[in-house]
């Protein structure tokens, strides 16, 4: 991620905090992203040369009146636009999480497990992962059935691998060097 997009995020991030929308924020700049990634024409009119600002304003202010968006997302299309930093929208969004998340204390786990994971299981998981990191977890949750059993949990650049094709490769290396 460029400086730039990083600068972008800060800035969003600041007015989220600020105004304690943080989620409403990122899920509405979201679907604009989405919105504007859809649509060729959106694309063309709002990153035109040839279109004055005060139309692609009216263009954002009509979409996000339609689509019941944040005044905050509004605001920061304006800025995104008024600048020509429209292919930055995608950066920013991961950005922003990641900023966001970050003043809020909350940090993205990453959850694969061999089997499907009760709702009470989840629930467990991510209270241990809570105390031990003493953030607010984020969990997303999938599986992969080459882990044969147990769970591999990322959260941060902190990996804790309790996959029995772990402590199988473990059991492995220790026999290989016995």
């Known amino acids: ?6 600068r ?3 800035a969003l991030a600041d007015v989220a905090v600020e105004r304690r929308a ?4 990122r899920n509405d700049l979201s679907a604009f992203v989405d919105l504007f990634n859809q649509s060729p024409e959106l694309r063309e009119a709002l990153d035109s040369p040839v279109v004055d600002n005060e139309t692609k304003h009216r263009v954002i202010a009509e979409l996000c009146a339609k689509m019941g968006l944040n005044e905050a997302v509004r605001n920061f299309i ?3 636009v008024d600048h020509g930093r429209l292919h930055l929208l995608q950066e920013i969004i991961p950005a922003f999480r990641t900023e966001l998340n970050d ?3 909350i940090a993205d786990a990453e959850v694969t497990s061999a089997h ?4 009470a299981d989840k629930k467990q998981l991510v209270a241990v992962l809570e105390k031990r990191t003493g953030k ?3 969990a997303r949750f999938s599986q992969d059935a080459a882990l044969v059993g147990g769970a591999v949990v990322r959260v941060g650049s902190t990996i804790y691998d309790g996959s029995v094709r772990e402590q199988l490769n473990r059991l492995r290396e220790q026999l290989g060097s016995e």
């Open 22 to 25: 943080g989620d409403a924020i």
């Open 1 to 6: 991620m460029s400086a730039l997009t990083d």
């Open 116 to 119: 499907p994971l009760s709702d």
């Open 8 to 10: 972008y995020a800060a």
């Open 103 to 105: 003043r809020l204390g």
């Open 136 to 138: 607010k977890i984020d």
């Open 78 to 80: 304006y800025v995104v």
